[in-house]
Structures are given as structure tokens and as C-alpha cells.
């Protein structure tokens, strides 16, 4: 067979988005209506979409919220840490000081 190719070519498109394929073309001899019943479809279909993605970015946003807020917790008790150890340390450093001096 001359002329077949099994490679794909590049002025092949890419494949429509699997959650919102576009609508067929209407056919030319479509009525009025049946035109706007396919514009309502497709404008419930994207609102649907739209309200999809706005809870799954709240439940994102939420989950950062959270995430910052455990941060920040542990930040804090790294500083407590910090100065708890400066203190031991210090302590630690005065005994064996006195230790030496006797």
C-alpha cells in the first residue's frame, strides 16, 4: 500500500476535553428554537462545570488554610524548642563553669 503511513501527522488536532466535549454544529436547516434548546443545554453543562471547580477550589483553599495554620504551630513550638535548649544550655554551660572553678 503506497501512501499509508503509520505515523500520525502533525496537522491532526488535539482530542476534545473528556469533561466538556463541544457541542455537535447544528444542522443548517436547525430551527430557531432547537438552536437555543442547544445553547441552554451547553450553558447548564459549563454552569454544572463552573460550579464544580469553584467547590473543588474552596476544598483546595480550605486545605491551604489548614496547612498554613499547622505551619505556623510548628514554627511556634520550634521557637519554644529553641529557647528551652538556649536555657538548658546555659545552665549546662554555668555548672560546668562551677564544676572547673573548684
Known amino acids: 500500500r503506497r501512501g499509508a503511513s503509520a505515523e500520525?501527522?502533525?496537522?491532526a488536532a488535539p482530542p476534545p476535553s473528556p469533561q466538556l466535549p463541544p457541542p455537535p454544529p447544528p444542522?443548517?436547516?436547525?430551527?430557531r428554537s432547537d438552536i437555543l434548546s442547544r445553547l441552554e443545554r451547553s450553558a447548564s453543562r459549563l454552569?454544572?462545570?463552573?460550579?464544580?471547580?469553584?467547590s473543588d477550589l474552596d476544598a483546595c483553599?480550605?486545605?491551604l488554610l489548614e496547612a498554613r495554620s499547622e505551619r505556623d504551630a510548628l514554627g511556634d513550638d520550634v521557637e519554644r524548642m529553641k529557647v528551652s535548649g538556649r536555657t538548658e544550655?546555659?545552665?549546662?554551660r554555668r555548672r560546668i563553669e562551677r564544676t572547673l572553678k573548684r
Open 8 to 11: 500520525p501527522t502533525d496537522d
Open 61 to 63: 483553599k480550605s486545605d
Open 27 to 31: 444542522p443548517s436547516s436547525a430551527s
Open 89 to 92: 544550655l546555659d545552665g549546662l
Open 47 to 54: 454552569q454544572s462545570e463552573l460550579d464544580r471547580r469553584r
